[in-house]
């Protein structure tokens, strides 16, 4: 008799589970609009040019070794994410009360995240927008949190609910952390405008909230590295609100697999952020030892060397340009079929997901008649599109909608 009897079959991760149906998938029309990572307008997975130079670089370095890197990570890219997210001229980094720690992608920054708030925290409650990016409820859930929704979208306007998300916010309990989208919310694609912002750090304030900020996006939102942060940096800078930030590399670099990413922490005193970055470290420690080296390498020698950087802010472009054009095409191609509805939403929201407003059983339909594969929430990955299918995608949406 095994004791792994007791051991219950889980359910699959939804958007994996999409992908393996997608790649059994053998029509050659077929479209991956589930999983959120970019293709270029080939369909095709793409190394960002600046990756390829660093990596070049770095593997003709013969003092490139395989050793293992601190347990906070390496130092340089710890130090280059705060600028990044900051701004280099940032009063908090000049004040020494921000620290970061090296982290397992964004993931992994929302996790030791978590696990430092479920520590010191004294407030179990988590808001996450409703809705939000799946992981949010199973990483807090799974730090011993009460995790609970605020008001975010707004299926009538398929826009954002400001009124629901103050109130939400005023009446959750005084001290709750609260899991802000830095900039191109998952899956909506919906962001506050910056006075929308500005009310929500008011309420923020007034109730002692505590922001974590999910920035996964910074740079491939907008095409402006300095835009997509506007959020955190007026909360840190014009509100001298404290704050975490769990920035991801997957997305901006194109290094998904190479797991790297930040946990910036910005702190009142420079004294509270080296405690907050030693107790960080030993959690980090007894988890998973020490970060990945070689992600980590490549974007901190981008993020330091001017040429790459400037290199590396033109691929953003060239990304977030591909993708702005999608939604482009796509709502021009339905305004012309007179696909019925209105489809501005779909130019308004931003980032790599558009919430298309697609009832499950028309995604559905899509999937068996089209091939079109998407999470039955409706969300589209706006980079599964591209010039060859964007009319075909079009085509489809209208049949199913009519
Ligand atoms: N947060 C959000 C909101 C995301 O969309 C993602 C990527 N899907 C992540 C965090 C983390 O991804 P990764 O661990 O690959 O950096």
């Excluded at 962001?191 to 920035?215: N, R, S, Y």
């Excluded at 490549?298 to 790459?308: C, F």
């Excluded at 339909?365 to 010039?387: D, E, F, P």
Aim: hydrophobic share 40%; glycine share 8%.
């Amino acid at each position: 008799k095994s004791f792994f009897n007791n051991v219950p079959l889980a359910p699959p991760d939804p958007i994996f589970h999409l992908t393996a149906s997608y790649e059994k998938d053998t029509t050659p029309k077929r479209i991956n609009l589930g999983v959120g990572a970019y293709r270029d307008d080939m369909g095709q997975p793409w190394v960002l040019p600046v990756v390829r130079k660093a990596r070049q670089l770095l593997l003709e370095d013969p003092a490139l070794t395989h050793e293992y890197l601190p347990i906070a990570g390496l130092p340089a890219l710890r130090d280059a994410s705060i600028r990044l997210i900051l701004g280099k001229d940032s009063p908090a980094i000049r004040e020494k009360r921000t620290i970061a720690i090296q982290t397992i992608s964004g993931t992994g920054a929302n996790t030791l995240g978590a696990a430092f708030l479920a520590q010191f925290h004294p407030v179990r409650t988590v808001l996450v927008s409703n809705p939000t990016w799946v992981n949010h409820k199973g990483i807090f859930g799974n730090a011993g949190f009460d995790v609970k929704e605020y008001t975010y979208f707004d299926s009538k306007t398929l826009g954002l609910d400001l009124e629901g998300m103050l109130s939400s916010l005023n009446s959750a309990p005084e001290g709750s952390v609260i899991i802000l989208h830095a900039c191109a919310h998952n899956p909506t694609g919906v962001d506050p405008t910056q006075e929308q912002w500005i009310k929500i750090a008011d309420v923020m304030e007034a109730k002692g909230h505590f922001p974590l900020f999910d920035c996964a996006y910074q740079g491939f939102a907008s095409g402006d590295l300095d835009k997509d942060a506007w959020a955190v940096r007026y909360f840190v800078h014009d509100r001298k609100l404290e704050c975490f930030i769990a920035q991801s590399y997957a997305k901006n670099f194109g290094l998904y697999g190479e797991r790297c990413g930040a946990l910036t922490v910005v702190t009142q005193t420079s004294d509270l952020a080296d405690r907050c970055l030693s107790q960080l470290s030993k959690i980090a420690r007894v988890n998973y030892s020490n970060p990945p080296a070689f992600g980590a390498r490549i974007v901190s020698r981008v993020l330091n060397d001017p040429e790459l950087y400037t290199t590396w802010t033109n691929d953003l472009r060239t990304m977030s340009g591909r993708i702005i054009q999608m939604r482009t095409l796509l709502r021009e191609h339905l305004i012309k079929l007179g696909t019925p509805g209105n489809w501005d939403h779909i130019t308004r929201q931003i980032g790599m997901f558009s919430f298309t407003g697609l009832k499950p059983a028309q995604v559905s339909l899509l999937q068996s008649k089209y091939h079109i594969y998407m999470t039955s929430n409706g969300r589209v990955s706006m980079a599964g599109l591209n010039t060859n299918n964007v009319e075909y995608m079009a085509k489809a949406v209208d049949d199913v909608v009519r």
